[in-house]
């Protein structure tokens, strides 16, 4: 067995629209890569029209997971129903976690008419998926960043290199935003049993498959990581930016539908009859 992790899936992204037309790349989420647990979903957003983006996400509900959404261009404005208002510049984040129910809108704002970022669903598991919904607003400043050797990593959740990213997460997980230079190495350590996958959103990395040969995989495309023991890739010609997620499996059944996700059918239906009763939020 080998003493590093590899290379088991390399997974193109997913050119969609969600909310009321917002054009995105799905990145987790997708036929060909329905999740990696916990992690539910990935959209990627990066667009230069606003035509594309401006209508946002109207009011919609969510049950049972969390979500984060990181700002690199543009702006973000949110709302909910317990009564949270906040406003994602770039290199914002936000942590929400809907628990229960929690019914909210996400409306872009221009900044040079540029809007890029993400937006990851996290599981919970069963036994938290009715806690009450919280919110985590962070700004960037807050946002621990190390530079070691021609990679500068964002610290998100989690710890790297002696800093710990500032979200507070129900499930026990990394995330990281990388920038690596033009054929930079860079070696990160996943916890074992630990679920791995880096979304390349730009520039190209190689890594080792299970065979032992060298695979490109270029932005905007999802690598899957399987074993244990280290990750060593490295950054193509032009360098990469990527988004690390690491987490502990929860490895409960999965049961969703849209914006619910719980471990039953039963538990998914009666979310929808609160969402349509008005309960669900309350």
């Known amino acids: 067995m080998s003493d590093k992790r590899y290379l088991a899936l390399n997974v193109a992204g997913m050119a969609t629209s969600d909310g009321a037309g917002v054009a995105l790349t799905r990145m987790v989420g997708t036929q060909q890569l329905d999740m990696v647990d916990p992690f539910l979903m990935l959209d990627r957003m990066d667009n230069d029209d606003p035509d594309t983006y401006m209508a946002g996400f109207p ?12 700002m690199l261009e543009g702006q973000m404005r949110h709302q909910d129903s317990v009564g949270n208002d906040g406003l994602l510049a770039p290199g ?14 996400e409306m872009p704002e221009m900044i040079s008419g ?11 598991p069963a036994a938290l998926k ?6 985590q607003d962070i700004p960037s400043a807050e946002v621990p960043i190390k530079d070691t050797g021609g990679a500068t990593v964002r610290v998100l959740a989690g710890t790297y290199d002696g800093a710990t990213g500032p979200a507070k997460a129900q499930t026990p997980i990394r995330i990281l935003d990388a920038r690596l230079e033009a054929e930079t190495a860079w070696t990160i350590t996943p916890v074992d049993g630990h679920n791995v996958f880096c ?8 890594a080792v498959d299970d065979q032992g040969a060298e695979r490109a995989v270029t932005a905007p495309a999802v ?12 950054a193509g010609a032009d360098g990469a930016e990527i988004l690390y997620c690491e987490g502990h499996p929860i490895n409960e059944p999965v049961a969703r539908y849209g914006p619910f996700v719980m471990n039953t059918r039963k538990e998914i239906e009666q979310a929808v009859r609160d969402y349509n009763d008005g309960t669900l939020a309350t």
Request: aromatic residues 12%; proline residues 6%; charged residues 15%.
């Open 199 to 206: 979304c390349v959103y730009e520039g190209a990395i190689t």
């Open 130 to 135: 009715m806690i009450p919904p919280t919110y």
């Open 59 to 70: 009011n919609h509900p969510h049950q049972g997971f969390e979500t984060v959404t990181v």
């Open 223 to 234: 690598a899957v990581f399987s074993g244990d023991g280290p990750i060593e890739i490295t």
């Open 92 to 105: 914002d984040i936000q942590w929400m976690t809907a628990g229960r129910g929690i019914i909210h809108s």
């Open 114 to 124: 540029k809007l890029k970022g993400f937006q990851l669903w996290v599981n919970l």
